[in-house]
T-cell receptor
């Protein structure tokens, strides 16, 4: 398996624009996580899904952020409108806790810069 | 709720020095415990894990023992290398109502000088 695949790797956008980050989890994994990493706040869990259903979105910072998982092999994180304080590295991860001990596999991240 | 607390960083060591990064946790039940490592420009990857009390996880010369009595999972390495420079995250999976969710500590930056 190619692992968790995120796109794009880098995104630079202007304030006010819509940004969409994409994630393809490892095939067969039924949990998918979106994290945000900044120097100031460290690693934050934004939202996670089980079998395509959002389980906990309490980490989503505000209504400008939304996440979807239309099927088992694809998820998006959308920011609309984007603001400079959204600049961060966004990670997607997936896991299959039922057959292991909840080890999460991370993508390489999307570095978002909002200018 | 579940939480993980790591020692404050950054940690700076000379090559071949002994490393300890402290990690303590709060969780209901019997969590599984993990150490993840993040090299510059990359995502997190699992370094080692332990599923029950007194288990010792080990990998690449790193070790950590699951201590239920002190709710700790400290990371150790006897002789660090420059290539060990990275950010290290302690994490737990508590199960129960949070089944599937990993809770991470804030990360500890390690820099090893030649």
């Amino acid at each position: 398996d190619a692992g968790v695949i995120q796109s794009p790797r880098h995104e630079v956008t202007e304030m006010g624009q819509e940004v969409t980050l994409r994630c393809k989890p490892i095939s067969g994994h039924d949990y998918l996580f979106w994290y945000r990493q900044t120097m100031m706040r460290g690693l934050e869990l934004l939202i996670y899904f089980n079998n395509n259903v959002p389980i906990d979105d309490s980490g989503m910072p505000e209504d400008r952020f939304s996440a979807k998982m239309p099927n088992a092999s694809f998820s998006t994180l959308k920011i609309q409108p984007s603001e400079p304080r959204d600049s961060a590295v966004y990670f997607c991860a997936s896991s299959l806790p039922q057959v292991g001990i909840a080890e999460a596999f991370f993508g390489q991240g999307t570095r978002l810069t909002v200018v | 709720g579940d939480s993980v607390t790591q020692m404050e960083g950054p940690v700076t060591l000379s090559e071949e020095a002994f490393l300890t990064i402290n990690c303590t946790y709060t969780a209901t039940g019997y969590p599984s415990l993990f150490w993840y490592v993040q090299y510059p420009g990359e995502g997190l990857q699992l370094l080692l894990k332990a599923t029950k009390a007194d288990d010792k996880g080990s990998n690449k010369g790193f070790e950590a023992t699951y201590r239920k009595e002190t709710t700790s999972f400290h990371l150790e390495k006897g002789s660090v290398q420059v290539s060990d420079s990275a950010v290290y995250f302690c994490a737990l999976h508590a199960g129960g109502t949070s089944y599937g969710k990993l809770t991470f500590g804030q990360g500890t930056i390690l820099t090893v000088h030649p």
